[in-house]
Structures are given as structure tokens and as C-alpha cells.
């Protein structure tokens, strides 16, 4: 057995593994006799009887379950991976606040695992639709760098889903700032498999992980999913909703922040877009303050964010970066598409071009260089989008 596996890791993985979807009896056994551990310092026959007569768990703790989890470790730490065992040196303190806490977490990451999640760092969860708009986007990134360039800077928690679950730990990644990703499948997969190089950046990132308390070898299912909610809200100090519609993983995620205590956020949105209404939903029944500003949410978060200090307008930034470069009908052209893009998020060339009053050619060869330089971006679907300073 890899050395840095001992019986309080077996013990918890085996915990772990039985009670996979009722997290809180396994809570409650390590609460009662103190330790994953003491749970198999019994014989089995008290096992069972701890459980009582008529548990569907009888006979599930056996130390052919303990010899099982022990090869399974085996296998992980030969792949690069970890185990976390409650109780453990690095076990997250605010998941281990939560009453359906995992016996333990995997984790795959180039640091080491007792050093991920520090009690005096904040941590701050972002999760959203994965049907997100423009609008959600845009403000995923301005909320995220925001975050990031305050001088206490947050773990920002994702769970690697589409929208504004991938878009969050991209903009963290960039900004240089650790992420955490939850998956709804075993440490060996990812899920969904486009994101598989997200992933790798993600673990190979320090201070990032990705995390699960899923066995090595479990598919991502509708009940994975709903599972894994509980694990992103209970890492953060505070959960961030950027859209969803009235039911939904984002919804769940921020029902169960809510429940733990902790802080909950949502960002408006128009009150006739299906995207927002979780959000607007949330904020009507208290069960979350608004996203007003940045200033203010940061403020909330009990972060002092700091603000880049840069009189130019985006235009004159345009105008400075490309003087002497293109002629001066190219420049207008550049600044006429990022007033355009101010007032119509998520616009694409066909109708900047229109707004514009150019033809397609000349505004996608615009964009181009605009994107090229950082000024702006543009998804597959051609959609453009100012960058968002960091504020």
C-alpha cells in the first residue's frame, strides 16, 4: 500500500463508498464514536449492531469493504491522485461544518491536498444555467476578475458544467487565482469530456483541484449532479447564482448555501427572461441579496477589491494601442464596433455590421484584430463581447 495511505483514509473511503447517497449516516457515525476509524476498530458483528437490526446497510461494513477501499487507493494515488479524510490534516473546515459532509474527498491537483483549502482563505462559489447569455457571461468574468483582484483573493468553486460553470474557473485561471472544480463522476473522468482540457489546466494549476466524493469509476447521472450541489455550496463561504431558470442545478446549489448558513447572491436579470427567473426568485424570497455593484458585493464578501486606475475610455485605449498601425478608416471602424458592443451585448458581425454601417468584411477583419489584441472576445456562434477590465 502507497505510504501516504493510512487506516483513517481506508476507513473513510469505505465509508465513503457505503453510504454514497446517505452522507449523513456516515456523518453521524464518525460524530458518535469520534473518527472513521474507531467505526472499524469494532468487529463486524458490532458494526452492524450500531446500525441497528433493521438497517438496508447490514453486513455493508466488512472488512472485505475495508480491503476493497484499500486497493482502490492504491490505484488513485498511482495516478497522480489523493484522498482527504474527515478529520484529517486539509480537510475543508467549512465542508466538515455541513451536516452531510463526505467521509472524504478525492482530489487530483499539483498541490498537495492538505494545502488546498486553508481556513483563513475566502472561498467563493459561481455557478449558473448552462444555457448562459451574453449578459451572464460578461458579468461572470467582471465578477470573477473583481474577485481576484482583491488583496485577499478567493478560491473560486465551480462545478466544470456548461455556461457559467466553466466560464468562471477560465476567467479565475487567468486572472491567476486558484479554482476548485466539483465533479458529478469518479476522480478518473471528466465530465462533460469537452471540458477534459479545462481539467487538466485546472489540476495542474497550484492551488486548483478537482474534487469529488464519488468513487473512482462512477458516470455522471442525474443523481450525481443533484449529489454534487451539496459539495460546492459547502466549500464556499458564499454562493454567486448568474442565471438559472426556476428549477435547476444552479437553484439547488444556492437553496443548500442558504440552508448551511452561508451567504447567497444572485444577479438579476430582465424579469421576461427565463434565464433570470431563479435569480429574480431568489432575491423575492430573501433568499439572496442582489448584485448590484461589484464595489458593493465586495464590500458583502468582506473584500476591499482593488481598481485599476485608467482614465482612458476603451475607444482612446483602441485609438493608443493601434496609432501608426492601421489607417485611419480601419480606426474608426474599430471604435464605431466597441461603441456598438456597449450598447448591444453579444452582438454578432452580421449586426454590428449593420449598426456599424460597413460591410461584413471589413467589420470581421475589424473584430479580428480587436479580439487579437484583447479588447474583445467572440464564441463560436460569433458573438462579441467587450473584455471586462478588471475593476
Given amino acids: 500500500m502507497h505510504t501516504s495511505i493510512n487506516f483513517r483514509k481506508v476507513s473513510a ?21 469520534g473518527s472513521p476509524e474507531a467505526v472499524f476498530s469494532m468487529n463486524e458483528k458490532d458494526r452492524d449492531s450500531i446500525l441497528g437490526p433493521y438497517s438496508k446497510y447490514r453486513g455493508a461494513l466488512s472488512d472485505a469493504a475495508l480491503a476493497q477501499s484499500g486497493r482502490e487507493l492504491d490505484a488513485i494515488y498511482g495516478k497522480g491522485c489523493e484522498f482527504l479524510a474527515f478529520g484529517e490534516e486539509g480537510y475543508p473546515e467549512r465542508l466538515a461544518a455541513c451536516p452531510d459532509a463526505p467521509a472524504g474527498l478525492y482530489v487530483k491537483s499539483c498541490t498537495p491536498a492538505k494545502d488546498l483549502f486553508p481556513k483563513q482563505n475566502a472561498a467563493v462559489a459561481i455557478v449558473g444555467t448552462r444555457d448562459i447569455s451574453p449578459y451572464g457571461m460578461e458579468w461572470t468574468q ?23 460553470d466553466i466560464t468562471a474557473p477560465r476567467r479565475t485561471l487567468e486572472c491567476g487565482c486558484p479554482t476548485i472544480a466539483v465533479l458529478p463522476c469518479g476522480i478518473d473522468e471528466v465530465s462533460p469530456r469537452c471540458h477534459f482540457n479545462a481539467a487538466g489546466a485546472i489540476a495542474s494549476s497550484p492551488g486548483s483541484a478537482l474534487v469529488t466524493d464519488f468513487p473512482p469509476g462512477t458516470s455522471p447521472l442525474v443523481p450525481t449532479f443533484i449529489k ?3 459539495i460546492i455550496a459547502g466549500l464556499a463561504d458564499a454562493t454567486i447564482l448568474i442565471e438559472s431558470r426556476a428549477k435547476g442545478g444552479g ?14 447572491y444572485a444577479l438579476p436579470g430582465r424579469i421576461d427572461d427565463k434565464r433570470s427567473e431563479g435569480c429574480n426568485l431568489l432575491v423575492r424570497k430573501k433568499l439572496a441579496e442582489p448584485i448590484v455593484s ?14 485599476r486606475k485608467d482614465s482612458r475610455s476603451l475607444e482612446e485605449s483602441i485609438r ?15 471604435t464605431s464596433i466597441a461603441g456598438a458592443l456597449r450598447d448591444n451585448r453579444g452582438a454578432d458581425i452580421e449586426t454590428l455590421a449593420g449598426i456599424c454601417g460597413e460591410d461584413y468584411q471589413t467589420v470581421a477583419s475589424a473584430v479580428g484584430m480587436l479580439e487579437m489584441e484583447g479588447f474583445i472576445s467572440m464564441d463560436l456562434l460569433q458573438r462579441c463581447s467587450i473584455v471586462p477590465e478588471i475593476e
Fill in 320 to 334: 493608443l494601442r493601434f496609432s501608426g498601425k492601421v489607417p485611419p478608416k480601419e480606426m474608426d471602424t474599430m
Fill in 228 to 230: 454534487r450541489n451539496r
Fill in 251 to 264: 437553484m439547488i446549489t444556492s437553496r443548500l448555501a442558504f440552508e448551511y448558513g452561508r451567504d447567497v
Fill in 13 to 33: 473511503c469505505t465509508l465513503n463508498r457505503v453510504f454514497s447517497y446517505d452522507p449523513r449516516i456516515a456523518a453521524q457515525l464518525i460524530s458518535t464514536l
Fill in 294 to 307: 461589484l464595489s458593493d458585493l465586495a464590500v458583502s464578501l468582506r473584500l476591499v477589491c482593488g481598481r
Fill in 142 to 164: 467582471r465578477i470573477v476578475s473583481s474577485l481576484c483582484s482583491s488583496p485577499d483573493r478567493p478560491a473560486i468553486i465551480s462545478g466544470l458544467a456548461l455556461g457559467a
